[in-house]
Antibody, heavy 119, light 108 residues
Framework: QLQLQESGPGLVKPSETLSLTCTVS??????????WGWIRQPPGKGLEWIGS???????YYNPSLKSRLTISVDTSKNQFSLKLSSVTAADTAVYYC???????????WGQGTLVTVSS | EIVLTQSPGTLSLSPGDRATLSCRAS???????LAWYQQKPGQAPRLLIY???SRATGIPDRFSGSGSGTDFTLTISRLEPEDFAVYYC?????????FGQGTKVEIK
């Protein structure tokens, strides 16, 4: 059974870099049929797609975050990661990692992790 | 960027009622790449519908999707107690992928 699990600090200071990792179990992140992505949800608000990555390292970013965003993949650990720099309170959200099949929407999601930006 | 507008914001219905949720796109969604998700408090979204009208694995047939171009609909034929939740549409045909703001289906 495919499972995705987010991990990382729950509190980040303003202007610093938010770093999260998603560990995939039950399937290989090197699958040629799948893409791996990050989505966030500010408390009480809607969903925002952050970006996606293919096992080869090809990335697809939301233009609204692109200048601050890095998504990477580590196939040896079956993990992919998110780094968002220069964070502000507006980046406070539950961050989800998820999988999608080529030409399909996200079908498997992690449980999500709350990241709060505060001094 | 394709903006998705969902209506109504809140739908107050009783178990057994029919629910009709709307999602309108600011421009045509390519190849009907439109999905619907259900989200309950404290949980991740759950994929219900993809390709505008195809049910995801394990989704009951009381959930159905329809539409094309810029207008899409999610219908729940008879609401069960576990269906009261927030529903989001998402287009995944063009980048950036975008979501609607959600429709809350609450118990009347």
């Amino acid at each position: 059974q495919l499972q995705l699990q987010e991990s990382g600090p729950g509190l980040v200071k303003p202007s610093e870099t938010l770093s999260l990792t998603c560990t995939v179990s039950g399937a290989s992140i090197s699958s040629t049929s799948h893409y791996w992505g990050w989505i966030r949800q500010p408390p009480g608000k809607g969903l925002e797609w952050i970006g996606s990555i293919y096992y080869s390292g090809s990335t697809y970013y939301n233009p609204s975050l692109k200048s601050r965003l890095t998504i990477s993949v580590d196939t040896s650990k079956n993990q992919f990661s998110l780094k968002l720099s220069s964070v502000t309170a507006a980046d406070t959200a539950v961050y989800y990692c998820a999988r999608r099949t080529s030409l399909r929407p996200f079908d498997y999601w992690g449980q999500g992790t709350l990241v709060t930006v505060s001094s | 960027e394709i903006v998705l507008t969902q209506s109504p914001g809140t739908l107050s219905l009783s178990p057994g009622d029919r629910a009709t949720l709307s999602c309108r796109a600011s421009q045509s969604v390519s190849s009907s790449n439109l999905a619907w998700y259900q989200q309950k408090p404290g949980q991740a979204p759950r994929l219900l519908i993809y390709g505008a009208s195809s049910r995801a694995t394990g989704i009951p047939d009381r959930f159905s999707g329809s539409g094309s171009g810029t207008d899409f609909t999610l219908t729940i034929s008879r609401l069960e107690p576990e269906d009261f939740a927030v529903y989001y549409c998402q287009q995944y045909g063009s980048s950036p992928r975008t979501f609607g703001q959600g429709t809350k289906v609450e118990i009347k």
